[in-house]
């Protein structure tokens, strides 16, 4: 595929397998086009990596967080069990949300929390409300040590930021699917994993291994949980939104 800015004639040609068409550079097309460059090539050049949340590396695309505020906001959980800690930024932010609602708890969960990043995380003034788990996503003690914090009345919503293999993402989802409160979801992120075959480094496998294959194989599978993007709280545009999280949020319906 070749394209080209022409920013002279204010459009976008692109041309692939032999089929050209010039579009209006301004307009939602090429702005999805280009977008959808920006956000490749951003992944391969680490631009996640380049963002903190009160004081704690946070390896997510800042969009992402915008919307899982909003699932948050509308969902309104009292607990967020998310696998995948690292640094503990993603922690914090939740935690950050729950104490200006005045309510609400995380449980991170991950197969090897560092002990500076234990400390950094224990340390912060949002700790107590932050539970911290170390072992497998997928492994019974592991599971059993996230059910022990959850309490009958809890709304509960999970998001999986572990490893991201199809294998292990539907494993997780199996696992942690029957902790989600009706109306809430289970959100199996970074499925753009996708879409950058071709790049530099990626494996081809990544076409099929990868999250959004597994969160679409679990939605085609049961009757409980729809895969959908959840509603905007705010949308005076037509213009889909940026995105590491394609078919991510799977909302228990039942
Ligand atoms: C992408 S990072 C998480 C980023 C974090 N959520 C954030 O937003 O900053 C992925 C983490 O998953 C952890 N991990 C990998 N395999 C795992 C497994 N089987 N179970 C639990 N955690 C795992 C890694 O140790 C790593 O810390």
Redesign the pocket.
Same mark, same amino acid.
């Given at each position: 595929m070749r394209i080209t800015v022409d920013d002279e004639l204010k459009t976008l040609v692109v041309e692939d397998a032999g089929v050209r068409s010039e579009i209006e550079l301004y307009s939602d097309r090429a702005f999805e086009i280009l977008s959808r460059w920006s956000l490749n090539i951003g992944w391969s050049r680490k631009y996640s990596y380049g963002f903190s949340w009160m004081g704690?590396? #946070?390896?997510?695309l800042p969009d992402d967080l915008i919307r899982i505020q909003e699932v948050i906001w509308s969902v309104r959980p009292t607990v967020i069990v998310? =696998?995948? #800690?690292?640094?503990?930024?993603?922690?914090i932010?939740y935690a950050s949300l729950f104490e200006a609602m005045g309510a609400g708890s995380v449980v991170g969960? %991950? #197969?090897?929390i560092r002990p500076h990043n234990r400390d950094a995380i224990e340390a912060h003034p949002l700790s107590r409300r932050i539970a911290l788990i170390e072992?497998?996503?997928? %492994?019974a003690a =592991?599971l059993a040590a996230v059910r022990a914090r959850l309490k009958l009345n809890d709304r509960v919503l999970v998001?999986l %930021?572990? %490893? /991201?293999s199809r294998r /292990?993402v539907a494993a997780e989802l199996e696992a942690y699917a029957p902790m989600v409160s009706p109306g809430s979801y289970i959100v199996a =992120?970074?499925g753009i994993m996708r879409d950058l075959v071709g790049a530099p480094g990626i494996p081809a496998a990544w076409d099929q291994d990868n999250p959004s294959v597994a969160a679409e194989a679990f939605a085609a599978a049961r009757d409980d949980f729809v895969l959908e993007i959840p509603p905007r709280g705010f949308a005076e545009t037509n213009l889909a939104a940026l995105t590491y999280w394609p078919s991510a949020y799977l909302r228990r319906v039942r």
């Open positions: 704690r590396p #946070i390896i997510q998310e =696998t995948g #800690i690292a640094h503990g930024g993603s922690l932010f969960v %991950d #197969i090897e072992g497998s996503s997928t %492994d =592991t998001i %930021d572990s %490893d /991201h /292990h =992120t970074d």
